[in-house]
């Protein structure tokens, strides 16, 4: 089994070298996607589980509405039962597992790095970028001005960092968790370059 696991800083460029990493390798990429599927073995709407990936406290209970209590009660077939974490993280790590047991795939996202650590064939890669760079490239992507561009590349890092520390008990951020920390700034966003520096690794 090969997998790439890409975890990235927001808007450092990760997912184009995702993109890029999977159409050399011809791996199959799965980013995006996990949030459709997971929705769907839920019983839940894309927009409810992003809301339980996001969710800051242990206890992401506490910060849903009654209409999602309801859903998830629902979901989980047992209307007289409060539904804690568990539930929902045992769902993730079940797709992780589920869809790197195919091979030959790169995922992005989802702590998959820390779900599939010390698997045979899974290789680490952490994207980064200088704060200062991943502003100016959303202000040029969205148009938006370049401190709230700056200031949206440090809320998402937080959702990111919450998510690995809250269901993993992990630090997002430490480069011993990775075989391979890129940082695009330094290769002035040569995709080319990257890619050729991951295959390295392999």
Known sequence: MAVITISKEFASGGVTLAHDLAKKLNYRLVGRSVLAE?????????????L???GKDTRWIRMV????????????????AALD?????????KLISDVASEGDLITIGWGAQFILMG????????VIAPLEDRGLRLHKDRGIPVEQAVKECE?????????????LG???ADPHNYH????????????EKAVTAVKSVL
């Open 155 to 167: 809320r998402q890092d937080g959702y990111s960092q919450s998510y690995i520390k809250n269901y």
């Open 38 to 50: 997971l929705s769907r073995r839920l019983g839940m709407s894309e927009a409810e589980v992003e």
């Open 170 to 172: 992990s630090d997002w």
């Open 119 to 126: 698997t045979p064939g899974v290789t680490n890669i952490r």
């Open 52 to 54: 339980l990936k996001r």
């Open 85 to 93: 974490d568990k539930q929902y993280f045992q769902a993730v790590q």
């Open 180 to 191: 391979m920390v890129v940082n695009m700034g330094a290769l002035g966003f040569d995709f």
């Open 65 to 80: 509405d009654n209409y999602l209590l309801h859903t998830v009660r629902r979901m989980s077939q047992q209307p007289d």
